[in-house]
């Protein structure tokens, strides 16, 4: 399920970004933009974590004595940003 904090944190970002639209939108266009903006945070939302896990990776890689873990270390956080690179070319997020 579905972080119920931060789903609500994001509804509201959606609805606020949706509101402040220079253009007046009917219901039905209200909603499209709404669940566009909705999944583009979402979207988002996922990559940041994936970012901050890969500077986490990047510091302990830095602080490893161990050459071998430190090459682990760096591996895993340089997947971490080609996944961000690929979530965000997926969904066309900037």
Do not use: W
Not at 8 to 17: D, N, Y
Request: glycine letters at 2%; aromatic letters at 8%.
């Amino acid at each position: 399920m579905m972080n119920e904090e931060v789903l609500q944190r994001l509804e509201r970002e959606a609805e606020k970004i949706t509101l402040d639209m220079p253009a007046s939108l009917d219901d039905r266009e209200f909603t499209r933009v709404f669940n566009l903006e909705f999944a583009r945070l979402i979207v988002k939302e996922c990559a940041d974590i994936l970012m901050k896990e890969s500077e986490r990776l990047y510091k302990l890689e830095s602080e490893e004595k161990d050459e071998l873990f430190a090459r682990d270390f760096e591996v895993c956080a340089e997947k971490c940003v080609d996944n961000v690179v690929a979530l965000k070319e997926h969904f066309g997020v900037e």
